[in-house]
């Protein structure tokens, strides 16, 4: 299958900053990338899809303005969690999709603490 | 809406055992995908299958083996002979077949523990 990148793999941030994720596709071209936010123990809740070119889409409950995601070019899409509180600590995974009707694939995931 | 239910939140067995875990969907689309992915500690998620609704043949892959039932809204994963590397948490997930499998609805997840 293709592959996707997530860097970094964990990050520890003071609570008030800003934390960027990023997801590449390495051996494809994604129109679509989707972030998706596990908290422990939990199941992985869809956050938004982001299409190359145009704004994201968020999901219901989800803060466009405090998850920032930017998919500027077709092997790049980035998260950023701005204003960082403890109750983002979490696990974010983004996965790619080539192009409609095709399946995604996921990131290696990245485990966000903020202290 | 979507929904999907891994009733099972933890299973337990010994090495060698079978085990199978459990999902049931919910969805208003007449056609669609259904995943099962395997998430050891490490995070990632690890592509097991992907199934499309109008194929309900059974399938096996080595240990691996699931059985799609459209009639009951079920696709349950059985582990033949487990092994303590099968110890992880598994999701059940259900896509809109418009979205291919990319835009997925996970179930709650099903801790797995295979002991020595």
């Known amino acids: 299958g293709a592959v996707v990148s997530q860097h970094p793999s964990r990050v520890i941030c003071k609570s008030g900053t800003s934390v960027k994720i990023e997801c590449r596709s390495l051996?494809?071209?994604?129109?679509?990338m989707f972030w998706y936010r596990q908290f422990p123990k939990q199941s992985l809740m869809l956050m938004a899809t982001?299409?190359?070119?145009?704004?994201?889409?968020?999901e219901q409950g989800v803060e466009k303005d405090k998850f920032l995601i930017n998919h500027a070019s077709l092997t790049l899409s980035t998260l950023t969690v701005t204003s960082a509180h403890p109750e983002d600590s979490s696990f974010y995974i983004c996965?790619?999709?080539?192009?409609?009707?095709?399946?995604?694939?996921f990131g290696q995931g990245t485990r966000l603490t903020v202290v | 809406a979507q929904k999907v239910t891994q009733a099972q939140t933890e299973i337990s067995v010994v090495e060698k055992e079978d085990v199978t875990l459990d999902c049931v969907y919910e969805?208003?689309?007449?056609?669609?995908?259904l995943f099962w992915y395997k998430q050891p500690p490490s995070g990632e998620l690890v592509f097991l299958i992907r199934?499309?609704?109008?194929?309900?043949q059974n399938e096996i892959s080595g240990r691996y083996s699931w059985n799609f039932q459209k009639s009951t809204s079920s696709f349950n994963f059985t582990i033949t002979a487990s092994q303590v590397v099968d110890s992880a948490v598994y999701f059940c997930?259900?896509?809109?077949?418009?979205?291919?499998?990319?835009?997925?609805?996970f179930g709650e997840g099903t801790q797995l523990t295979v002991n020595p």
């Open positions: 996965s790619a999709r080539v192009r409609l009707n095709t399946e995604a694939f």
């Open positions: 997930a259900l896509s809109p077949e418009e979205t291919s499998g990319s835009r997925l609805t």
């Open positions: 051996d494809f071209q994604a129109t679509t």
């Open positions: 199934r499309n609704s109008f194929d309900e």
């Open positions: 969805t208003r689309d007449t056609t669609y995908y």
């Open positions: 982001s299409n190359e070119g145009s704004k994201a889409t968020y």
